[in-house]
């Protein structure tokens, strides 16, 4: 009989957190592209802050710095120069996964005001490969990311069981 | 409008026999409608296929679910002996007029669209039947702590199923 109330007390549990963990999967389609972007523009990295700009970097920029977004300025490391890249990152709930991708649109044009050629893909990897490692979550985000779906996830149960 | 449903029960049931079969019958009504049947238990219409796109699924996956709102605030609305109310608080106006649009099919619209009412609202009376017949059973108590424990292990698993993908 023991056994019998607790594979009833599963079922029932189990239940009522298939609806929640939706909820969190779609809320954190929405929330993680947006941490992630916040981040980065805040000059942050996946292990801390993003390397500094090289010097013809920076003067490129600051040949070109009426065509940066207003997050950025010539100096600043943030992965910002027309703000495409980061605005490119999205997720999607496909099959009861997040998804997250950075779009492979073409670019519409860079910093120098010339027609893009690359991807936004494409420019992510090339500054993941310099160095800039930005597209992922850090243990932080991860420890916060758990504790808000503990959160929601038990607010959501609750709802049935208070009834 | 208020979407509600009254469902008829024994009157020998008591009020705490009535609040369990009232839980028991919204995680139902909850499960169905994710796995995309009405209260008939027939198949619900599919979706449109800007609407799919816009979520990100088939048009065949009709689970009800875009925030998940929908479905996990129906509660019991009232219990008394030989009825019980299930729907949605009477203060939500937003939650009442989805719930309306999808039961009758009106999506904001003046009247229904054709083929689109998915009426999740309800319960077969064979499954109700079911139901019934283990009221009388223990039921286990569920405790915050339980509750707890579920959510923090839900809440790890979901991070098994992030994915940032590289296109490589």
Redesign the interface.
């Known amino acids: 009989?023991a056994n019998e109330?607790?594979a009833?007390?599963v079922i029932?549990?189990?239940?009522?957190?298939?609806?929640?963990?939706?909820?969190?999967?779609?809320?954190?389609a929405v929330l993680?592209p947006e941490l992630v972007k916040a981040r980065t523009i805040l000059g942050g990295g996946l292990t801390g802050s993003l390397p500094n700009l090289k010097p013809s970097t920076i003067r490129n920029r600051t040949r070109y710095s009426t065509n940066l977004s207003s997050d950025t300025s010539p100096s600043e490391s943030n992965l910002t120069g027309t703000g495409q890249l980061l605005n490119a990152i999205q997720a999607?709930?496909?099959e009861?996964?997040?998804?997250?991708?950075?779009n492979?649109k073409k670019r519409k044009n860079e910093l120098s005001g010339a027609k893009g050629k690359l991807t936004n893909?494409e420019v992510?990897?090339y500054a993941e490969d310099a160095g800039f490692n930005f597209?992922?979550?850090t243990t932080d985000e991860?420890q916060e990311?758990?504790?808000l779906?503990?959160?929601i996830?038990?607010d959501?149960?609750?709802?049935?069981?208070s009834? | 409008m208020q979407m509600k449903t009254k469902i008829n029960v024994p009157s020998s049931l008591n009020a705490t026999q009535r609040r369990e079969l009232a839980i028991d019958i919204i995680l139902y009504i909850q499960e169905r409608s994710i796995e995309g049947r009405d209260k008939h238990e027939d198949k619900m219409p599919k979706y449109n296929k800007d609407y799919a796109e816009l979520k990100g699924v088939g048009v065949n996956d009709v689970d009800l679910t875009d925030s998940g709102d929908l479905l996990s605030s129906i509660t019991l609305l009232d219990s008394s002996t030989g009825s019980i109310t299930i729907g949605f608080p009477k203060d939500d106006i937003e939650l009442n007029g989805k719930a309306e649009g999808n039961i009758k099919g009106t999506y904001g619209q003046s009247s229904p669209i054709k083929g689109k009412q998915r009426d999740f609202l309800g319960i077969d009376p064979t499954v109700l039947e079911s139901f019934m017949n283990n009221v009388d059973n223990e039921r286990p108590e569920i405790t915050n702590a339980d509750i707890e424990a579920a959510a923090r292990q839900s809440a790890r698993e979901i991070f098994g199923d992030i994915e940032f993908d590289d296109g490589e």
């Open positions: 009989m109330l607790l009833k007390k029932s549990l189990k239940l009522a957190q298939r609806i929640a963990v939706r909820r969190v999967l779609k809320e954190f993680i999607k709930v496909t009861g996964k997040i998804v997250v991708t950075v492979t893909n992510r990897k597209f992922d979550l991860r990311l758990i504790d779906a503990e959160k996830i038990i959501e149960i609750k709802k049935v069981f009834t």
